[in-house]
């Protein structure tokens, strides 16, 4: 994944697929500071928003903006509007996840937690 959004920042980006751009407007206090390290997954597009695959790297530190990482799938924030965001890293950082900053970050959306299989099951059918 591409880390477009620092865990614990208000400073968000955007790929543009050779890039990483200032997302416009660059912040708004309704998302608050992220409270993961946020991006997306090259290649895979998710038909809810027409627009690249949403990722969350689990961890408790803050990964710089613009860091390609790679790991495991863990899960999924599933959310009623389809946008679903794949949480990938390393098996024994799943704990690390704070959910409540994420039901709090998702709340109009209605999210859950999904299982490794359902992740899966969801990239494989993009």
Do not use: C
């Not at 899960?75 to 890293?89: A, E, N, Q």
């Not at 799943?94 to 859950?112: E, I, N, T, V, Y």
Request: aromatic share 12%; charged share 25%; proline share 9%.
């Amino acid at each position: 994944m591409l880390v477009e959004w620092s865990l614990g920042t208000a400073e968000r980006y955007s790929w543009d697929g050779e890039r990483l751009l200032p997302k416009e407007p660059p912040w708004r206090p309704e998302w608050g500071l992220a409270p993961v390290n946020y991006g997306l997954i090259p290649g895979y597009y998710n038909p809810a928003d027409q627009d690249t695959l949403d990722a969350i790297w689990a961890g408790k530190e803050p990964i710089p903006v613009g860091s390609w990482l790679e790991g495991e799938v863990l899960g999924m924030i599933w959310v009623s509007d389809g946008d679903h965001k794949i949480i990938l890293g390393h098996p024994q950082n799943l704990s690390a996840l704070d959910l409540g900053a994420l039901w709090q970050w998702f709340k109009k959306r209605q999210p859950r937690l999904a299982s490794a299989e359902e992740a899966e099951a969801f990239v494989r059918s993009l």
